[in-house]
């Protein structure tokens, strides 16, 4: 009789673990008291209501409260060179191109948190490889690039290859077109946010990007500013409201249809 009551406790032990209490029934929700029955109305927001937009004619479109940073005609207004002077990039045929030898564009605007639509075109006649084949890209805030580059059949270091954030992150997949073909990125940006420490980010800056509207960059969290030499980290200084900048890295990249909105 000893034994089979030392066999039962120690079935319970087992089954309960020890200081555990056998619970015979499921807790039961909303048991608290309740001073009024939930309604549905209860958790629905009606103020203020949101804002309404007109979105473009197709995903490609200006919305309407974007700001159009080129639209195919004119590239003074809102681009300058680094300096702020007119740039000697050229228009031609709707689009914007890089020039060997006349530096990166900068946006007069700057921007904090934005949406940003840019479409880009490497040469169709192919020349170099690697990094030397249609190279450029877009700097958010004038420090964080997101890689333009040919790499359609064209092998490079994958954290450098297009939609790259160049020697941080390499894309998710390779979506590239052709050289010569159009191509789009949209960009969603997440501007760094400071302390006391000049030094040292308090929420880093964060990246999505979709390429040809594949995601290719999934809110990644950067390390620092883009540097082609050295550690990302050890380059952080506290900065605010920037520029969008397009590299000129001496190929022929065609850019067109450029809109932000500011978030
Ligand atoms: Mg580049």
Same mark, same amino acid.
């Given at each position: 009789m000893k034994k089979l009551v030392t066999l039962s406790l120690m079935s319970c032990l087992f089954t309960y673990g020890i200081g555990q209490t056998p619970q015979t029934t499921k807790p039961v929700p909303g048991k608290y008291p309740e001073l009024e029955k939930m309604t549905p109305g209860m958790t629905e927001i009606w103020e203020p209501e949101v804002k309404?937009?007109?979105?473009?004619?197709?995903?490609?479109?200006?919305? *309407?409260?974007?700001?159009?940073? =080129?639209?195919? $005609?004119?590239?003074?207004?809102?681009?300058?060179? @680094?300096?702020?002077?007119?740039?000697?990039?050229?228009?031609?045929?709707?689009?914007?191109? *890089?020039?060997?030898?006349?530096? =990166?564009?900068? $946006?007069?605007?700057?921007?904090?948190?934005?949406? @940003?639509?840019?479409?880009?075109?490497?040469?169709?006649?192919?020349?170099g490889e690697s990094q030397g084949r249609g190279n450029s890209g877009v700097f958010l805030q004038e420090l964080y690039e997101v890689q333009v580059l040919d790499s359609y059949n064209n092998r490079t270091y994958r954290n450098g290859q297009a939609a790259a954030m160049y020697k941080q992150y390499a894309p998710l997949v390779n979506v590239c077109k052709k050289p010569g073909e159009w191509q789009a990125y949209d960009i969603i940006y997440t501007a760094p946010t400071f302390g006391n420490d000049s030094t040292l980010y308090v929420t880093p800056p964060r990246v999505t990007v979709l390429q040809n509207g594949v995601l290719v960059q999934n809110n990644v969290v950067l390390r620092g500013p883009t540097e082609y030499i050295g550690i990302p980290e050890y380059f952080v200084k506290k900065h605010g409201p920037g520029s969008i900048e397009l590299q000129d890295h001496g190929n022929p990249v065609g850019f067109r249809n450029i809109w932000i909105r500011e978030l």
């Open positions: 309404i937009i007109q979105p473009g004619i197709t995903n490609s479109d200006a919305p *309407s409260d974007a700001i159009v940073l =080129f639209s195919g $005609t004119e590239l003074n207004s809102e681009w300058s060179d @680094l300096q702020g002077n007119p740039s000697k990039w050229i228009v031609k045929d709707g689009a914007l191109i *890089s020039t060997r030898g006349a530096g =990166f564009i900068k $946006t007069k605007r700057k921007f904090g948190n934005f949406q @940003l639509h840019i479409e880009w075109r490497t040469p169709s006649e192919v020349v």
